[in-house]
């Protein structure tokens, strides 16, 4: 039975030194990257990693989810596992015997996490288009034009996500490019 920490951090110059800093782990997975999918590289090396009888310890419910489809997904399939799943921050833990009152604070607290990313991303669309009336937000500084993008698919001949590993680029980059 191994004792895996599990950390996350929205942004690269946040400090991950407050979560799990009294546990004592086996191992430790840290995304420095947001919760807004489950699409996160430690996340996806601990779920692969993680086997039955082994306890996942996670600082708070938004530190492993910010959707409550996502988390009810992720706790749920640890325990078909076999794996015990601890939030410390809630004083919840799931090993897979039925305890109503756990789930429904589980339910809860995932429904906060995900209306406190819905209001983030309100408040930052508003900011956002503050700043373009204003004249000060003009976006993100392109790294490659579109012309480069059409010239390699042209090229290629390949799929959108061949040219965008390539180019270094996201998928959704190619495909507005595509678009144009």
Do not use: C, W
Not at 18 to 23: A, G, N
Not at 76 to 82: N, P
Not at 83 to 106: D, I, R, S
Request: charged share 30%; aromatic share 4%; no cysteine.
């Amino acid at each position: 039975m191994a004792s895996i920490g599990y950390i996350r951090v929205s942004s690269a110059d946040q400090n991950t030194a407050r979560q799990l800093d009294v546990v004592a782990l086996d191992e430790v997975f840290t995304d420095k990257v947001s919760a807004a999918t489950t699409d996160r590289p430690e996340l996806q090396a601990m779920l692969r990693h993680i086997r039955k009888g082994d306890v996942l310890h996670v600082h708070s419910i938004d530190r492993l989810a910010r959707s409550l489809e996502d988390l009810l997904s992720l706790v749920k399939g640890l325990i078909a596992r076999g794996v015990a799943v601890q939030f410390h921050k809630e004083g919840l833990h799931f090993t897979g015997e039925a305890n109503p009152m756990q789930e429904l604070m589980l339910g809860l607290l995932g429904s906060v996490a995900q209306f406190e990313r819905a209001l983030i991303r309100e408040r930052q669309a508003e900011g956002i288009q503050k700043a373009k009336a204003a004249g000060i937000y003009k976006g993100r500084v392109k790294t490659i034009d579109d012309e480069a993008i059409r010239k390699a698919m042209a090229e290629e001949g390949a799929s959108f996500r061949k040219v965008a590993k390539s180019l270094d680029v996201s998928l959704s980059t190619v495909q507005r490019a595509m678009k144009k």
